[in-house]
Nanobody
Framework: QVQLVESGGGLVQPGGSLRLSCTASGSIFSINAMGWYRQAPGKERELVATIQSGDSTSYADSVKGRFTISRDNAKNTVYLQMNSLKPEDTAVYYC???????????????WGQGTQVTVSS
């Protein structure tokens, strides 16, 4: 069984910063790509940032220059540093990982339960 658990969400003022963490646990053999997605009420879930096993990164245009994704392979953890937060960043943020579970023969995607980020005065 694999679990992805996010933490670090909360309420912040516009212009503030927040750091999200996501740790994968369970019988994991290997993790390929990891990423962060977000979903606001009434909107589709959108990709925020991804980081590959070789540490290459990509970002949605809306967060470029403000957010930074990183990972610690020894801890099976991915981070999202969010700076200069805007009200439009308000959403539930979900962690995603493409990994190989002990009972599987191929990589598949797993999701965390989500953590709420609210940017408001």
């Amino acid at each position: 069984q694999v679990q992805l658990v996010e933490s670090g969400g909360g309420l912040v003022q516009p212009g503030g910063s927040l750091r999200l963490s996501c740790t994968a646990s369970g019988s994991i053999f290997s993790i390929n790509a990891m990423g962060w997605y977000r979903q606001a009420p009434g909107k589709e879930r959108e990709l925020v940032a991804t980081i590959q096993s070789g540490d290459s990164t990509s970002y949605a245009d809306s967060v470029k220059g403000r957010f930074t994704i990183s990972r610690d392979n020894a801890k099976n953890t991915v981070y999202l540093q969010m700076n200069s937060l805007k009200p439009e960043d308000t959403a539930v943020y979900y962690c995603n990982a493409n990994l190989l579970y002990s009972g599987s023969l191929y990589y598949r995607y797993y999701w965390g339960q989500g953590t709420q980020v609210t940017v408001s005065s």
